[in-house]
């Protein structure tokens, strides 16, 4: 079982939920922008939650599937069609050999992700398949896809197997069938093209000036096209410390906001650096980490101040939004 690409789209990379064990050696931890839409992808197929898939940017790929396969296709709303027909996101997706996949204009959020049945059969580099592109290690040989390349499937879990058994005798098309249950809105995160990010304070968030504290939970700032897998640059307000700070350089997360000396604000993603030496702001919470991942440069985006219980609530909220998925994903397969 296959896929090859006939257009690779903007940025089209394998990612699975990421590179631990090894930030020591400078080697980042990369892994999928929007962790949720990844993990809910591959609950929908019977993969496991870190099974790799691919990570769609902007501009999405067309793609031919050489055999009857399973597919999800999660996150950002990229019009992902075949044959003319649109494809259903949120669900799994029984697709007919020799189909062809597209995605179209980027409607809303701008990064999706498209799993397959029994995930990629793609080798582990350091215990990972995520593509870290400046390194050109994982993924598909380090890079991003290109026209004419194939990817191999393994094989579909057992409950795969059973979902596709089951949509192998429905057909809303010549193409694919699709169920009528989908992953309920209610415990999706909430998208948006200009969305209130929560945030906790970071280690040096009573550094900057009083001015700029208030500021930073006032002012709107902008994503600038600057921006990447390694950090989001935000152009706004400038932040200012209080005094001059010198900094000896300390680890950072998915989330992490750092101030340069310009004053403009850089949030750190995926692909970002294992250590910074700017003053941190603040920390993006977990559970907003997806939304942040969906926006495209030029939107918009404002913070909120919460408190880590709060931010811990939040996720362990989420956390147990997606156990009771899994309940359920198991009940429609009885």
């Not at 809303?172 to 948006?192: C, D, G, Q, R």
């Not at 006032?218 to 990447?228: A, G, I, L, W």
Request: aromatic residues 8%; contains cysteine.
């Amino acid at each position: 079982m296959s896929i090859k690409i006939i257009r690779p789209g903007l940025l089209t990379t394998l990612q699975d939920l990421g590179r631990y064990g090894f930030q020591r050696y400078g080697v980042i931890i990369s892994g999928a922008m929007d962790q949720f839409s990844l993990r809910i992808a591959n609950l929908l197929l019977g993969n496991k939650e870190n099974s790799a898939c691919l990570e769609i940017t902007m501009m999405g790929p067309s793609l031919l599937i050489k055999k009857d396969t399973l597919i999800s296709i999660c996150g950002g709303n990229l019009s992902p069609k075949i044959g003319g027909y649109p494809v259903p996101q949120w669900r799994s997706v029984y697709v007919k050999e020799g189909s062809i996949l597209e995605f179209g204009a980027c409607v809303s959020g701008c990064r999706a992700y498209l799993s397959v049945a029994g995930g990629f059969n793609i080798q582990e580099v350091m215990g990972s398949k995520s593509t870290y592109l400046r390194a050109e290690i994982g993924g598909f040989q380090g890079r991003s896809l290109k026209e004419n390349d194939v990817l191999e499937f393994s094989e579909p879990s057992d409950e795969g197997i059973n979902i596709i058994k089951k949509l192998s005798s429905m057909s809303e098309s010549n193409y694919f069938a699709a169920p009528k249950w989908f992953v309920s809105t209610e415990i999706l995160p909430k998208y948006s093209s200009n969305p209130i990010i929560r945030i906790i304070h970071g280690g040096e968030f009573e550094k900057f000036s009083a001015k700029s504290r208030e500021l930073f939970f006032t002012s709107e700032f902008q994503v600038t096209s600057q921006s990447d897998r390694m950090g989001y640059r935000l152009k706004g307000s400038t932040l200012e410390l209080s005094q001059p700070l010198e900094m000896i350089s300390e680890a950072v997360s998915f989330g992490t906001i750092q101030v340069p000396p310009d004053g403009n604000p850089i949030v750190l993603l995926a692909d970002r650096q294992t250590t910074g030496g700017y003053p941190k702001i603040a920390q993006v919470a977990s559970v907003d980490l997806p939304i942040i991942a969906q926006i495209k440069p030029g939107e918009r985006i404002r913070f909120k101040e919460i408190s880590i219980e709060e931010a811990q609530i939040l996720y362990i909220q989420r956390e147990l939004d997606i156990k009771k998925l899994k309940v359920g994903l198991t009940l429609s397969r009885l």
